[in-house]
């Protein structure tokens, strides 16, 4: 395959931005730059604090007189080990023979957070309602009250629902908290209000005081069905986040109807059947009509056919239901649960067409939910879509590819961040996003050596949003999709290594390939990472996997991602994890 030209272009404009980054340590002229902490006077409140940053590369450093290791790349790290309620003061010198040495000081107080107090005086310090945040709910939802009061006390919330006050042991050792479950009562009328709490003292003493949040009642008038919106709608267990948002059940397709029993902030409240609830933006989707049916059907009959590439399984049904989708190893298999459907089946039409899939069953899980079990003739999974035709589910399955070697394969290649998205840095001020993109261009450069056709999310310092890369992949359909990020930490000499990230375990070969490789490498083991909960390993397409090169916080590491020899070191192992992977899958 011929290499397109601008390919050497956009490498040798990325090589130049590494050689600017470090421009400044190759000097001899003294200089201190730091990258943590970002002010010369911090107000922390925990005694292990770190400073890091870069120097020129002759340069001795010393803090406090303690002489601190400089990398090749001029970046270093400290670890310092305060004094509580103590100002600490840090003077950093750099010197260099022949050239004036530079000093700058850094001063820290470190604090310990105060302890929870009780309340003194009269009063109800805070309410607490649980779910967080506004809330739509409906009779028999409950409502969890939690108040901080005047220790010893009465506290009461609306019709006179008495809350308790908890053990000291049970709170940290402080008194006045009161707990308490309100569940709704068919007779609630209430519509966004404030919930009122008082507080009675044994000598007559009384206040009421309101919730932060507001909480209604589902009206009769409105409605209770929604349809979801858009490509990416997805479904979520529950209304717990950390820095990768909620965990996701799964992606819907657009359409599909949900049966809306209440909200929480800006979460639907969803009810996929009698015992299985989740939740859903209320940007994904559009209030259907007052009067409109709970989404709910009879299966039909289910179809398998295959094509020169794919293998389908259709079911017949009257709506659009949601569903969720696993995969499963030993044996290998896909497992579909239809929300709302119920079983009127009585038979499944399998054309010998289909090549991947070896079999089709069927149960009814449980009231509600519907099961489809489709077993693969291989172990690997290749991936699956699922979407509707008029009111059929499809699940399309891709059959392994006839000849596993790259020259017959399409390879995506994601380079995490880009543009406004800088994504994390080191102590020298190198960026994540291009020494990313430089490590994606020279695996590019090896898989259309090797023959392959590559996909690139991006070749430019462009931003690109996750939703974007995930859309750009579903509709042109790699074979498999490698993710190149640096990882970082507010540690920068302890947190080290290189790891591979995976969501579903029909991935993880692929991940352990890649991990394997990278460990030639001499980078610490960090692990082989499952269940991650990222937009770019959510598909179900393709395989894919997340490389977590090395922590660019660290100055050893980001000293080796630096060097242009370390990043083909790096693209080359993770070319020899994709054979790997393709070699076992034969």
């Known amino acids: 395959m011929v290499q397109p030209r601008i390919s050497f272009f956009l490498i040798t404009c990325t090589a130049l931005l590494m050689l600017s980054m470090q421009g400044l340590a ?6 201190i730059k730091l990258v943590q ?18 120097t020129c590369i002759s340069c001795k450093l010393t803090v406090n007189g303690d002489t601190v290791k400089v990398y090749s790349s001029g970046g270093f790290a400290y670890a310092l080990n305060l004094r509580v309620d103590a100002d600490t003061s840090f003077l950093l010198v750099a010197s260099s023979d022949g050239n004036k040495p530079v000093s700058k000081t850094i001063q820290f107080r470190y604090t310990k957070p105060a302890p929870e107090l009780p309340v003194t005086g009269f009063a109800i310090a805070l309410i607490e309602t649980l779910p967080e945040g506004d809330l739509v709910v409906k009779p028999g939802d409950q ?39 309100y569940t709704v009562q068919p007779s609630d009328s209430f519509m966004s209000a404030k919930l009122p709490v008082t507080l009675e003292s044994g000598n007559g003493q009384r206040i009421t005081k309101e919730s932060k949040y507001r909480v209604s009642v589902l009206s009769s008038l409105a409605s209770d069905v929604a349809i979801t919106t858009g490509r990416l709608a997805y479904l979520e267990y529950g209304l717990g986040e950390d820095r990768l948002g909620g965990a996701k059940i799964g992606y819907l397709d657009s359409l599909v109807q949900l049966q809306v029993i209440g909200k929480t902030g800006n979460n639907y409240k969803i009810q996929l059947a009698p015992d299985r609830i989740a939740y859903i933006p209320d940007n994904q989707v559009t209030l259907m009509p007052k009067g409109s049916f709970a989404p709910a ?32 190893l030993d044996p290998s298999r896909l497992v579909i649960d239809v929300f709302g459907a119920t079983n009127n089946t009585n038979w499944i039409s399998q054309l010998q067409t289909a090549k991947e899939i070896r079999q089709v069953d069927y149960e009814q899980l449980a009231d509600g939910i519907f099961r489809i079990k489709i077993g693969l003739k291989h172990a690997q ?8 035709k008029g009111n059929n589910l499809v699940i399309r399955v891709k059959q392994q590819p006839k000849d596993l070697s790259l020259q017959n394969l399409t390879i995506a290649i994601d380079a995490g961040h880009g543009g406004s998205n800088t994504g994390a840095g080191g102590p020298t001020g190198s960026s994540e996003k291009q020494l990313a993109l430089d490590v994606s261009l020279k695996l590019q450069r090896a898989l259309l050596a090797r023959g392959a056709k590559v996909l690139m999310t991006r070749t430019t310092e462009a931003f690109v949003d996750n939703k974007e890369r995930i859309l750009k992949y579903r509709d042109n359909q790699p074979d498999l999709l490698v993710s190149i990020h640096l990882n970082s930490s507010g540690n920068p000499i302890k947190s080290a290594g290189t790891s591979t990230h995976y969501r579903y375990i029909g991935n993880r070969s692929l991940s352990v390939s890649v991990n394997n490789r990278m460990q030639e490498l001499g980078l610490p083991q960090y692990g082989v990472i ?23 916080s660290n100055p050893a590491e ?20 994709i054979i790997d992977f393709l070699q076992q899958a034969r």
């Open 143 to 181: 409502i969890r009250l939690r108040v901080k009061a005047t220790p010893g006390a009465t506290v009461t919330a609306l019709k006179d629902t008495r809350l308790f006050e908890m053990p000291a042991a049970a709170t940290g050792g402080i008194p006045g908290i009161y707990q308490g479950t």
């Open 530 to 552: 499952g269940s991650f909960n990222f937009m770019l390993n959510s598909p179900t397409e393709y395989p894919n996997v997340l490389v977590e090169t090395l922590f660019v």
């Open 297 to 328: 059907s009879l299966t039909g009959s289910i179809g398998l056919y295959g094509d020169e590439k794919y293998d389908y399984v259709s079911l017949q049904l009257a709506t659009r239901l949601p569903y969720q989708s696993f995969q499963e």
């Open 26 to 31: 190759q000097s001899s002229t003294p200089f």
């Open 381 to 388: 999974h290749w991936g699956h879509s699922i979407y509707y």
């Open 37 to 54: 902490p970002s002010k010369t006077s911090n107000q922390v409140n925990s005694g292990t604090q770190f400073i890091a940053g870069s």
């Open 558 to 577: 980001e000293d080796m991602m630096l060097r242009d020899s370390f990043r083909q070191a790096m693209a080359d192992k993770i070319l020899q994890g």
